[in-house]
């Protein structure tokens, strides 16, 4: 029967998720934060492991009807991070995809190893980004009818802050298979 790792901070969910599996004769095993689980995967012999970020975005793509692709590798990549703060800088760039376009368009969540280096790139089809601004720095914003919620224009400058903490850098490219851009956290 397989050992399954769950990593979330939300109790409730790890709760379901353990009745759920457990009758069906999965050993689950709980982690609250990441270092927990890290803890688990050294120790336990484990072939799953259900972490949080993901399942979030699930859902606020679902909400907004925004087709996901992730595109994660089997084998794991490791990433010297502070956990809270990595999932800020990756949650900023994902709520992005939805608070500045419209509803029916593709995103794609890939994670990768370049070079030695960890990315996590996030996708979408939607409008192209604003020209002739940085919309790394603060404040900068597109006040367009298009755009949904107007932000304070503070999520890419947080992220690129984080990140730059890190000894890591962002970018945002032009990307293929009728993405429109591809934001890239390289750490
Ligand atoms: N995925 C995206 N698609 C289209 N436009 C984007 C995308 N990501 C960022 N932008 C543009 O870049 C601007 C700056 O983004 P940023 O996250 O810094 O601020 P914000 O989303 O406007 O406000 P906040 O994040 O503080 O709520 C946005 O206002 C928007 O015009
Ligand atoms: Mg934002």
Redesign the pocket.
């Known amino acids: 029967m397989p050992n399954i790792l769950i990593a979330d901070d939300e109790k409730e969910i790890i709760r379901l998720l353990r009745i759920y599996l457990e009758s069906d004769g999965v050993t689950v095993f709980e982690a609250n934060d990441g270092a927990q689980a890290l803890d688990i995967l050294e120790k336990e012999d484990i072939d799953l492991a259900l972490v949080d970020i993901i399942a979030e975005s699930y859902c606020d793509f679902e909400d907004n009807g925004i087709e996901l692709n992730i595109d994660i590798p089997d084998e794991a990549i490791m990433i010297n991070a502070d956990r809270s703060e990595l999932k800020r800088a990756v949650t ?1 760039l994902i709520v ?2 939805y ?3 419209p509803s029916n368009i593709r995103a794609r969540i890939s994670v990768a190893e370049e070079s030695g280096r960890a990315e996590i790139r996030v996708a ?1 089809s ?2 192209p ?2 020209e002739g601004v940085d ?1 790394f720095e603060p404040f ?3 006040n367009t009818a298009r ?1 949904v919620g ?8 947080v992220t690129k802050r984080v990140i730059e903490r890190h000894g890591g850098e962002v970018k945002v490219r032009p990307a293929a298979d009728g993405y429109t851009k591809e934001f890239v956290i390289r750490l």
């Open positions: 900023n992005n995809v608070k500045h376009n979408d939607g409008d980004l604003p919309i900068v914003t597109e755009t107007r932000g304070t224009g503070l999520g890419l400058a």
